[in-house]
């Protein structure tokens, strides 16, 4: 059987989830932030991982075969605000719930998109670069550093500036209010802010202007690809994820090097999924970075890409092997 | 206080644990997915042509996919 790992409000699963369904293939749908309300035992020394879901109880160390690792929610996820603990307990909960599912791993033979290992590994987005750069992606000439003075020098050799961005998830995680830090560009520093690149190294690149954005889905050796314009069809010329609206993904597909690297770069970073970014400038595709879990809903629906489908097909074809 | 250079750049967003869900969506547990309600019938929420309701991007304003995924639960 096929358990897919998610939360409730996770639409991108309920994509996967009519499919499944219209092909009649089982499948276990766990909303990770309801365990709470259910009942989950590790068992020794008949090594059991149990787990209920309404009714129903299951064994999945006897039943399942691919575990889909979308996006687990968390214990308080759904619970209004104020009525959540600390954070301190808040995070104990959660890191004992982190720990019962870690030992989903333990199951033998099972087959995961993607194995929270590669997941977290090519998360590293100094991984990301090495590797692109040893099959033979271009990327961005590129600093990661805590010492303005190399920012400054790269400044210099630069006249359209750097582009500045975090080495690890840009999202802060404030009691009241969340902040996410998007890809900018700098023209400049000043002394001021010497102290402040001191406290945690940035990722500082080559500015790829102008260049066509590109998102490339990859399901195993799959590839779905799509230009990301301005609905005038002009290029983007900053993050794309800053425009909320006058932006459109147009199907399209990759040149055949390209797009067998990124079936080669997905294979090599053991992952079965991912979704790579590209800055596209005179027909050369320039690596960005690859998000291991990256998210597709957004295309499937509006713009018609067959990627529910797809995972559907992996999905059951390691749930057939075994 | 003295903070992270990037900081200068940080923007306000909404992340799903804090998401208020229009009520008109519902997670159906017998069909393990949202579904909303149009005139009389009840139609998936990925198959419904109203908007203004749960997204299938993350948050708000990041539409991010680099957040919350490196590992399963941080």
């Not at chain 1, 750097?162 to 802060?172: E, M, Q, R």
């Not at chain 1, 991912?274 to 291991?292: H, S, T, V």
């Not at chain 1, 990256?294 to 057939?320: R, S, T, V």
Request: glycine share 4%.
């Amino acid at each position: 059987m096929i358990l897919i790992l998610s939360n409730k409000w996770d639409l991108s699963v309920d994509f996967v989830i009519c499919e499944l369904r219209k092909r009649k293939q089982p499948y276990l749908r766990l909303n990770t932030e309801d365990l709470p309300s259910e009942i989950a035992s590790v068992t020794f020394p008949n090594f059991q991982i149990l787990v209920t879901k309404g009714r129903e109880k299951y064994d999945l160390t006897k039943c399942i075969n691919v575990i889909w690792n979308r996006r687990p929610g968390k214990p308080y996820d759904d619970v209004p605000k104020s009525d959540r603990p600390s954070q301190a307990i808040k995070h104990f909960v959660d890191d004992q719930w982190y720990s019962w599912l870690e030992s989903l791993q333990l199951i033998k033979d099972v087959t995961w998109i993607n194995h929270p290992h590669a997941n977290d590994s090519m998360e590293s987005k100094i991984r990301q670069l090495k590797l692109a750069t040893e099959i033979g992606f271009m990327i961005p000439e590129t600093l990661i550093t805590n010492d303005p003075n190399s920012v400054r020098a790269r400044l210099e050799d630069h006249r359209d500036g750097l582009v500045v961005k975090a080495l690890y998830s840009p999202l802060i995680e404030e009691t009241a209010q969340d902040y996410f830090i998007f890809t900018n560009q700098i023209k400049k520093i000043t002394s001021d802010t010497d102290k402040e690149i001191r406290i945690s190294p940035s990722i500082f690149q080559q500015p790829i202007l102008p260049k066509t954005d590109y998102r490339v889905t990859v399901i195993r050796n799959k590839v779905f690809s799509v230009k990301i314009l301005h609905k005038d069809g002009s290029s983007i010329k900053n993050d794309w994820r800053t425009i909320k609206d006058n932006i459109q993904f147009v199907p399209c597909e990759l040149p055949k090097d390209v797009e067998d690297l990124c079936i080669k770069y997905i294979s090599q970073s053991k992952l079965l999924f991912g979704a790579i970014d590209f800055a596209e400038r005179n027909g050369d595709f320039i690596f960005l970075e690859i998000n291991p879990n990256g998210e597709w809903g957004w295309l499937q629906k509006p713009y018609g890409l067959p990627i529910a489908e797809c995972l559907c097909d992996l999905m059951i074809y390691y749930d057939n092997l075994r | 206080m003295l903070k992270p250079f990037l900081l200068r750049f940080a923007k306000k967003c909404i992340s799903p644990a804090r998401v208020e869900h229009n009520r008109d969506f519902i997670y159906d547990s017998e069909s393990d997915i949202v579904i909303c309600t149009e005139g009389s019938t009840r139609v998936p929420a990925v198959q419904s042509s109203r908007g203004n309701g749960p997204e299938t991007k993350k948050c708000d304003i990041e539409k991010g996919d680099d957040l919350k995924d490196r590992r399963m639960w941080n």
